[in-house]
Every structure is written in structure tokens, then in C-alpha cells.
């Protein structure tokens, strides 16, 4: 399978904990997202990167948050002291360079959190 | 980027067409109108996208209005398995690169 996937599926952690999502890209997509969605939702933009460059953030993503795709292929999400509030799904997505105008977006699976 | 309604749920009966409006009165006129779609407990994926002409692909059809001003998602025979929330999104061009979702429309196909 060359989807978007995602590590682990699902992750129940108690309040406090720190806990670490893996993202693996489509190859050779130089683009990368990162969503989170509430139950009910839909997904709600966290950041960007392209390459290795992280080009954007949202506010969502408060300093307890941090993601990195340090050579540019796959990519982690890191959350300290994680509370209630953090309980999502995250959803890591990867796209290839635009080269018309438009880029269509692959999802992963995502990544099921549950903070106790 | 312009705000997308649409209607929260509908229903619809296997082996017809599905027609899935979307009203995005403040669109630019850069930006494109996206449709996803999110099967339960999966990612969304992508089903087709537009400017200002009418697009069909193996997936759908997309209706644009001539003022661009809403637009219709056609499944042009539902099965089960486009039983979904499908969100239409607008977005410009090659420079913006996430999508802004929101509730979407859940719909239903009833065998």
C-alpha cells in the first residue's frame, strides 16, 4: 500500500503524559499536514510543512505541540502534558507539488487519541 | 477563504442520484470549489474539484452556477458505500495549501 500512513491507529494516554504521532507520506510528496477533528467536526488545519520547512502553524497548536519532519519524508507530532481537551483524531495528509492550480490532498488513516 | 454552507444530513436510496448542494455566495474569483468526502472512521478523500466550468469524473459530477455562487455534488448512482460526510470546500489557487472544512453533509444511502 503507498498511502498516507499513520502510527499508531489509536493511543489512549492518562493526563500529563507526553505522547508522539508518526506520519509516512506518499513518497516523494514534498508536501505535508497535519489536521486534528473533534467528534462532529471537520478537520481543523494545525500546520504545514514543505520539505523539511515547517511554513505554517495554526493557533490551534498551543507550545504543548510540536511537530517536525526533520529530512523532509516522514513526519511526527509531538503533544506534552497532554489534557482532556487534546482528545481527537489527527490526520496527517501529504500532497505533491503543485504543478497546476490546484493540489489535491491524501489522507492518512489518522491517529485516534484519548486523554483519561 | 469564502465560507461554505450546506445542508446537515440527507437521505438518499441506492441506485439514484445524489445531488449535494453547496452555497459559497462569497467566492473569489481565484478560488476553486473542492469537494471531499470522509467514509467512517477513515480519512477524507478526494472526489473533484472546479473553477467555473462543470466537472465530471469517475467519482462525480460538479455543477457550477454561472455567478459561482453555489455549486452541486452529483453521485450518479449512490451505493452504500458513499454512505459519507462530504464537505465542499473553497480554496485559491497553487499557493493555498490547507483545506478549511467544515461540518459538512452526512449523507445516508438506504438500500
Known amino acids: 500500500d503507498t498511502g498516507v500512513s499513520q502510527d499508531p491507529r489509536h493511543k489512549i494516554t492518562k493526563r500529563g503524559q507526553n505522547v508522539t504521532f508518526r506520519c509516512d507520506p506518499i513518497s516523494e510528496h514534498n508536501r505535508l499536514y497535519w489536521y486534528r477533528q473533534t467528534l462532529g467536526q471537520g478537520p481543523e488545519f494545525l500546520t504545514y510543512f514543505q520539505n523539511e520547512a515547517q511554513l505554517e502553524k495554526s493557533r490551534l497548536l498551543s507550545d504543548r505541540f510540536s511537530a517536525e519532519r526533520p529530512k523532509g519524508s516522514f513526519s511526527t507530532l509531538e503533544i506534552q502534558r497532554t489534557e482532556q481537551g487534546d482528545s481527537a483524531m489527527y490526520l496527517c495528509?501529504?500532497?505533491?507539488?503543485?504543478?497546476?492550480?490546484?493540489?489535491?490532498?491524501?489522507f492518512g488513516p489518522g491517529t485516534r487519541l484519548t486523554v483519561l | 477563504d469564502a465560507k461554505t454552507t450546506q445542508p446537515p444530513s440527507m437521505d438518499c436510496a441506492e441506485g439514484r442520484a445524489a445531488n449535494l448542494p453547496c452555497n459559497h455566495s462569497?467566492?473569489?474569483?481565484?478560488?476553486?470549489v473542492y469537494w471531499y468526502r470522509q467514509i467512517h472512521s477513515q480519512g477524507p478523500q478526494y472526489i473533484i474539484h472546479g473553477l467555473k466550468n462543470n466537472e465530471t469524473n469517475e467519482m462525480a459530477s460538479l455543477i457550477i452556477t454561472e455567478d459561482r455562487k453555489s455549486s452541486t455534488l452529483i453521485l450518479p448512482h449512490a451505493t452504500l458505500r458513499d454512505t459519507a460526510v462530504y464537505y465542499c470546500i473553497v480554496r485559491s489557487g497553487s499557493n493555498d495549501y490547507k483545506l478549511s472544512f467544515g461540518a459538512g453533509t452526512t449523507v445516508t444511502v438506504r438500500a
Open positions: 462569497t467566492i473569489s474569483g481565484n478560488e476553486y
Open positions: 495528509a501529504s500532497s505533491p507539488r503543485a504543478e497546476r492550480t490546484y493540489n489535491e490532498q491524501f
